[in-house]
């Protein structure tokens, strides 16, 4: 009797945590009046992943790669259709080189500069809105 109750109790747990609006809680980061929500790919298998084979990003969206110490990076496009920019930034939050990149391209873009995080988003995002290097990125 004790473990049908018990599964009962589990079953339950998970339907209720189950239910109801399934809503993103991605976290948000600000450049300067700007605010993007992120997807973290903050484990090997997630940047291994990054945004390959996906078909679109939505609009003030984006990914933050997010390595374990500050190092020299690299990306490349590959099974990657959607046209990207990526900014490099470091362990202070300031943004050290900004780059557009090539769906489907097997070329790797090295950061020039010891980095701790990469901020994948739509291509013209960082021209549009004014985003440049130097600019500092608060992340939560």
């Given at each position: 009797?004790?473990?049908?109750?018990?599964?009962?109790c589990?079953?339950?747990?998970?339907?209720?945590?189950?239910?109801?609006?399934?809503?993103?809680?991605?976290?948000?980061?600000?450049?300067?009046?700007?605010?993007?929500?992120?997807?973290?790919?903050d484990?090997?298998?997630?940047?291994?992943?990054?945004?390959?084979?996906?078909?679109?990003?939505?609009?003030?969206?984006?990914?933050?790669?997010?390595?374990?110490?500050?190092?020299?990076?690299?990306?490349?496009?590959?099974?990657?259709?959607?046209p990207?920019?990526?900014?490099?930034?470091?362990?202070?939050?300031?943004?050290?080189?900004?780059?557009?990149?090539?769906?489907?391209?097997?070329?790797?873009?090295?950061?020039?500069?010891?980095?701790?995080?990469?901020?994948?988003?739509?291509?013209?995002?960082?021209?549009?809105?004014?985003?440049?290097?130097?600019?500092?990125?608060?992340?939560?």
């Amino acid at each position: 009797m004790k473990i049908i109750y018990l599964i009962f109790c589990i079953l339950s747990l998970l339907l209720f945590s189950c239910s109801g609006d399934n809503k993103s809680q991605n976290p948000i980061i600000h450049i300067g009046n700007k605010s993007i929500e992120v997807e973290l790919a903050d484990t090997p298998e997630k940047r291994q992943q990054g945004l390959m084979n996906r078909t679109s990003l939505e609009k003030n969206h984006g990914m933050l790669f997010v390595f374990e110490n500050e190092q020299h990076v690299n990306f490349w496009m590959k099974d990657t259709s959607i046209p990207l920019s990526i900014a490099y930034i470091n362990k202070s939050g300031q943004i050290t080189e900004i780059y557009d990149l090539e769906p489907y391209s097997l070329k790797i873009l090295w950061s020039s500069h010891p980095v701790l995080y990469g901020l994948e988003v739509n291509r013209g995002y960082f021209k549009e809105n004014n985003i440049k290097v130097g600019d500092s990125v608060k992340i939560p």
